[in-house]
C-alpha cells in the first residue's frame, strides 16, 4: 500500500469521507483539506456528523454558515449542527406567517415541525444545498464532507432519493412537514443531489478504517451499500498502521493489525487502497493536521498521574448492583468502545445472578462481534427496516379496524412511505426496550453521542408524530422520558484518553444534565498506562494520555475507571477480565 498523499490521488470536486466511529475520518478529511488549501486550492470543509469536533480540530467556533480559517486563507469550514438547521428551517417556513395568521395557527404549525423528521430534512436540505449550489460549486475547487459515523451516513446519502420518490409519488404533497413547508419546490435539487452523488466523475466516497476486525467489516458494509445506491467510485483509507514493532506490546499490535488486514474482506480488496501511519499526537491545531499525512513528531510530556488508585470497571459494576440500576447506557463519541464496556457490564451483572437484557441502538450492530446467545443474557439490535414494516402494518390494521373511507386510507399508506415514518418506527421500537426494565435490567449500547442525543430529545415531541400518523401513544412512549430521568437509570459515558473523545464526553454531559438525565462515573477505555514498552511511538502515546487522566479525575472527583488496552481481541469470557 501506498501512503495516502492528496496530491498523488485522483481526486474529484466532491470528497466524503465516511466510516466507523473512531477511525479517523475527521482527522484524515482535516488534513485533506489543509493539504490542498496549502497548495493553492479553494477548499470547503463541511461537517455533517451531529457529534462534529471540527471546532477542536481548528480551535475556532463553527456554525452551519461557512466560516474562513484565519491562518489558512484558502481553507473555510461549516458545521452543520442539524438541532441548529432545524430552528433556522422552522423559523423559514413560520416567519412569513406571522401577524398574519391566528396565534393558534402558529403555535400548530410549530408543533408540526417540532420532530426528529423536521432535524432531518432540515440538516438533509443544507446538506443538498452544498451539493448542488451552482455558486459554491464555482467558487471552491474541492468540497469535503466529514462525515457521521457509517451506518448515519448511509442514511444521510439515501435520502436524495428516498425524498425525490416520496415527493414525485406523493398526491397530498409532503403532509409530514405540513403544507407551508416547500418541499414540493426542493425535487429538482433532490434530483440533482441524487445525479452529482453517482457521477463518478463529480464524488468520491473515502471509505476510512482501523487495521482492526470491526472497522474493516463495517467498511465492506458501507462500500456494498454504498454500490447499491449507486455510489461506485471508492477509495479505502487504512489508519494508524504501526511501522514498527520491537517489543511485546507492539509485536503484539502489529500482529493484530497484520492479521486483520491479512483477512480483509474480498471487496474491499478490488478498491484503491492507502495506508496513513499511526500518530503518536493528537491531532488538533494547524502544525499536527499539517503533519498528519507525511510526519509524525514524537514530544516528551513530563506531567504526572495525580491519583494513585484507579477504580476498575468491576467497582462501577458493583455499585450499579447495589443501587439497583435499571435501565444502563454506555454512550461516547464512535470508536471509544461503548459496545466493548456494555458486553462486559451486561455480562458482570448476570454472573451476580440478575436477569439482563443487552441491546444495541447503532446501526452498525456490533454486540454479535463480542458475545453470543450462550452468554446467559439475552440480547436484541433495533432493525430499522424491520420495526419500519412493523409500525406501517399496525397504523394500517387500525385504521381498517376503524372503517377509515379509502380516500383517507390512501392519504395514510402515503404519508407512511415518507423517510420520516422511520424515525418513528425506530423511537417506538427504543421505548418498548426500554419498558423491559420493569423485569430485567436493560443494557444499552448506543449510537455515537450525535445521534443517540437526538433521539433522547425527540422523546419530548413524539407525540405529535404519531398523531399525525393515526397512529396511538403507547405507555411505554409515555413512560419513558420519566424513568430516564429517574434513580433507575445510569449513563456510563467512555471516552480515551486523548483530546477529542474527551471534549465530546465534557459535552455529551452537559447535554444529558440539561436533560435531567443523571451522570456519574466515566470510562477511559484502551489506556497504554502501565503497559511496558521501549516502542517510541506507543511510549509518548502514553505519556500524552496523563494529561487527559488527571483532567478527568479533576472532573470526576475520582468517579472513573481506567481500562487498558488488550493484547487479545476483548470477547467473549475475556470480558470479565476488565
Same mark, same amino acid.
Given at each position: 500500500?501506498?501512503?495516502?498523499?492528496?496530491?498523488?490521488?485522483?481526486?474529484?470536486?466532491?470528497?466524503?469521507?465516511?466510516?466507523?466511529?473512531?477511525?479517523?475520518?475527521?482527522?484524515?478529511?482535516?488534513?485533506?483539506?489543509?493539504?490542498?488549501?496549502?497548495?493553492?486550492?479553494?477548499?470547503?470543509?463541511?461537517?455533517?456528523?451531529?457529534?462534529?469536533?471540527?471546532?477542536?480540530?481548528?480551535?475556532?467556533?463553527?456554525?452551519?454558515?461557512?466560516?474562513?480559517?484565519?491562518?489558512?486563507?484558502?481553507?473555510?469550514?461549516?458545521?452543520?449542527?442539524?438541532?441548529?438547521?432545524?430552528?433556522?428551517?422552522?423559523?423559514?417556513?413560520?416567519?412569513?406567517?406571522?401577524?398574519?395568521l391566528p396565534q393558534a395557527a402558529l403555535v400548530n404549525m410549530e408543533e408540526q415541525l417540532s420532530g426528529s423528521c423536521t432535524i432531518e430534512i432540515a440538516a438533509f436540505n443544507k446538506f443538498s444545498n452544498f451539493l448542488t449550489d451552482d455558486t459554491i460549486q464555482k467558487t471552491y475547487d474541492y468540497i469535503i464532507f466529514?462525515?457521521?459515523?457509517?451506518?448515519?451516513?448511509?442514511?444521510?446519502?439515501?435520502?436524495?432519493?428516498?425524498?425525490?420518490?416520496?415527493?414525485?409519488?406523493?398526491?397530498?404533497?409532503?403532509?409530514?412537514?405540513?403544507?407551508?413547508?416547500?418541499?414540493?419546490?426542493?425535487?429538482?435539487?433532490?434530483?440533482?443531489?441524487?445525479?452529482?452523488?453517482?457521477?463518478?466523475?463529480?464524488?468520491?466516497?473515502?471509505?476510512?478504517?482501523?487495521?482492526?476486525?470491526?472497522?474493516?467489516?463495517?467498511?465492506?458494509?458501507?462500500?456494498?451499500?454504498?454500490?447499491?445506491?449507486?455510489?461506485?467510485?471508492?477509495?479505502?483509507?487504512?489508519?494508524?498502521?504501526?511501522?514498527?514493532?520491537?517489543?511485546?506490546?507492539?509485536?503484539?499490535?502489529?500482529?493484530?493489525?497484520?492479521?486483520?488486514?491479512?483477512?480483509?474482506?474480498?471487496?474491499?480488496?478490488?478498491?484503491?487502497?492507502?495506508?496513513?501511519?499511526?500518530?503518536?499526537?493528537?491531532?488538533?491545531?494547524?502544525?499536527?493536521?499539517?503533519?498528519?499525512?507525511?510526519?509524525?513528531?514524537?514530544?516528551?510530556?513530563?506531567?504526572?498521574?495525580?491519583?494513585?488508585?484507579?477504580?476498575?470497571?468491576?467497582?462501577?459494576?458493583?455499585?450499579?448492583?447495589?443501587?439497583?440500576?435499571?435501565?444502563?447506557?454506555?454512550?461516547?463519541?464512535?470508536?471509544?468502545?461503548?459496545?466493548?464496556?456494555?458486553?462486559?457490564?451486561?455480562?458482570?451483572?448476570?454472573?451476580?445472578?440478575?436477569?439482563?437484557?443487552?441491546?444495541?441502538?447503532?446501526?452498525?450492530?456490533?454486540?454479535?462481534?463480542?458475545?453470543?446467545?450462550?452468554?446467559?443474557?439475552?440480547?436484541?439490535?433495533?432493525?430499522?427496516?424491520?420495526?419500519?414494516?412493523?409500525? *406501517?402494518?399496525?397504523?394500517?390494521?387500525? @385504521?381498517? !379496524?376503524?372503517?377509515?373511507?379509502? %380516500? /383517507?386510507?390512501?392519504? #395514510?399508506?402515503? =404519508?407512511?412511505?415518507?423517510?420520516?415514518? *422511520?424515525?418513528?418506527?425506530?423511537?417506538? @421500537?427504543? !421505548?418498548?426496550?426500554?419498558?423491559? %426494565? /420493569?423485569?430485567?435490567? #436493560?443494557?444499552? =449500547?448506543?449510537?455515537?453521542?450525535?445521534?443517540?442525543?437526538?433521539?433522547?430529545?425527540?422523546?419530548?415531541?413524539?407525540?405529535?408524530?404519531?398523531?399525525?400518523?393515526?397512529?396511538?401513544?403507547?405507555?411505554?412512549i409515555k413512560q419513558l422520558l420519566p424513568r430516564l430521568k429517574s434513580s433507575e437509570t445510569a449513563v456510563l459515558i467512555v471516552t480515551l484518553p486523548e483530546v477529542t473523545p474527551v471534549y465530546e464526553a465534557l459535552r455529551l454531559e452537559d447535554d444529558l444534565n440539561r436533560a435531567g438525565i443523571p451522570t456519574k462515573w466515566?470510562?477511559?477505555?484502551?489506556?497504554?498506562?502501565?503497559?511496558?514498552?521501549?516502542?517510541?511511538?506507543?511510549?509518548?502515546?502514553?505519556?500524552?494520555?496523563?494529561?487527559?487522566?488527571?483532567?478527568?479525575n479533576r472532573h470526576t472527583a475520582g468517579k472513573f475507571s481506567l481500562i487498558t488496552w488488550h493484547y487479545d481481541e476483548l470477547k467473549g469470557d475475556l470480558l470479565m477480565t476488565l
Amino acid at each position: 500500500m501506498n501512503i495516502f498523499d492528496p496530491h498523488h490521488v485522483k481526486l474529484t470536486k466532491y470528497l466524503f469521507y465516511t466510516g466507523k466511529g473512531g477511525v479517523g475520518k475527521t482527522s484524515i478529511a482535516c488534513a485533506t483539506a489543509v493539504s490542498l488549501a496549502d497548495s493553492g486550492k479553494r477548499v470547503l470543509l463541511i461537517s455533517t456528523d451531529p457529534a462534529s469536533n471540527l471546532q477542536d480540530v481548528f480551535s475556532i467556533p463553527l456554525t452551519n454558515e461557512v466560516s474562513s480559517v484565519p491562518t489558512i486563507p484558502n481553507l473555510f469550514i461549516a458545521n452543520l449542527d442539524p438541532v441548529q438547521a432545524a430552528a433556522e428551517y422552522r423559523e423559514n417556513v413560520i416567519a412569513p406567517y406571522r401577524g398574519k395568521l391566528p396565534q393558534a395557527a402558529l403555535v400548530n404549525m410549530e408543533e408540526q415541525l417540532s420532530g426528529s423528521c423536521t432535524i432531518e430534512i432540515a440538516a438533509f436540505n443544507k446538506f443538498s444545498n452544498f451539493l448542488t449550489d451552482d455558486t459554491i460549486q464555482k467558487t471552491y475547487d474541492y468540497i469535503i464532507f466529514d462525515t457521521a459515523p457509517t451506518g448515519h451516513t448511509l442514511r444521510m446519502l439515501q435520502l436524495p432519493s428516498a425524498w425525490t420518490s416520496f415527493i414525485s409519488e406523493s398526491t397530498h404533497g409532503a403532509s409530514c412537514l405540513g403544507q407551508l413547508s416547500g418541499l414540493e419546490n426542493k425535487k429538482t435539487i433532490y434530483r440533482q443531489a441524487v445525479t452529482t452523488l453517482s457521477n463518478r466523475e463529480m464524488t468520491t466516497i473515502i471509505l476510512v478504517t482501523r487495521p482492526e476486525i470491526t472497522p474493516l467489516a463495517e467498511a465492506a458494509r458501507a462500500h456494498a451499500d454504498l454500490f447499491s445506491l449507486g455510489i461506485s467510485n471508492q477509495l479505502l483509507i487504512i489508519n494508524g498502521i504501526l511501522p514498527e514493532h520491537h517489543d511485546k506490546l507492539s509485536a503484539s499490535l502489529y500482529r493484530k493489525q497484520q492479521t486483520a488486514l491479512n483477512s480483509m474482506p474480498k471487496e474491499l480488496q478490488i478498491l484503491p487502497c492507502y495506508e496513513v501511519p499511526l500518530r503518536a499526537y493528537n491531532v488538533t491545531g494547524i502544525e499536527n493536521v499539517r503533519a498528519m499525512l507525511h510526519s509524525d513528531h514524537i514530544t516528551k510530556c513530563t506531567e504526572k498521574l495525580t491519583i494513585s488508585q484507579i477504580p476498575n470497571l468491576n467497582d462501577i459494576v458493583n455499585e450499579l448492583s447495589a443501587t439497583d440500576k435499571r435501565v444502563i447506557f454506555t454512550m461516547g463519541k464512535g470508536g471509544v468502545g461503548k459496545t466493548t464496556i456494555a458486553a462486559a457490564v451486561a455480562l458482570n451483572l448476570a454472573n451476580r445472578g440478575k436477569k439482563v437484557h443487552l441491546t444495541t441502538t447503532d446501526p452498525a450492530a456490533h454486540l454479535k462481534f463480542v458475545l453470543n446467545e450462550t452468554c446467559g443474557i439475552t440480547m436484541s439490535h433495533i432493525d430499522e427496516i424491520r420495526e419500519l414494516q412493523k409500525y *406501517q402494518s399496525e397504523v394500517i390494521d387500525k @385504521a381498517h !379496524a376503524a372503517g377509515i373511507s379509502d %380516500a /383517507d386510507m390512501a392519504y #395514510i399508506k402515503e =404519508d407512511l412511505q415518507s423517510p420520516c415514518t *422511520q424515525e418513528i418506527a425506530v423511537f417506538r @421500537a427504543f !421505548a418498548e426496550i426500554v419498558a423491559k %426494565a /420493569d423485569d430485567e435490567i #436493560i443494557v444499552i =449500547d448506543t449510537a455515537p453521542s450525535g445521534h443517540t442525543l437526538l433521539l433522547l430529545q425527540s422523546t419530548q415531541n413524539y407525540d405529535h408524530e404519531i398523531k399525525r400518523t393515526k397512529g396511538e401513544t403507547s405507555e411505554s412512549i409515555k413512560q419513558l422520558l420519566p424513568r430516564l430521568k429517574s434513580s433507575e437509570t445510569a449513563v456510563l459515558i467512555v471516552t480515551l484518553p486523548e483530546v477529542t473523545p474527551v471534549y465530546e464526553a465534557l459535552r455529551l454531559e452537559d447535554d444529558l444534565n440539561r436533560a435531567g438525565i443523571p451522570t456519574k462515573w466515566w470510562i477511559i477505555n484502551k489506556s497504554l498506562q502501565g503497559l511496558n514498552t521501549s516502542n517510541p511511538m506507543l511510549t509518548a502515546k502514553a505519556e500524552n494520555e496523563i494529561e487527559w487522566i488527571n483532567r478527568i479525575n479533576r472532573h470526576t472527583a475520582g468517579k472513573f475507571s481506567l481500562i487498558t488496552w488488550h493484547y487479545d481481541e476483548l470477547k467473549g469470557d475475556l470480558l470479565m477480565t476488565l
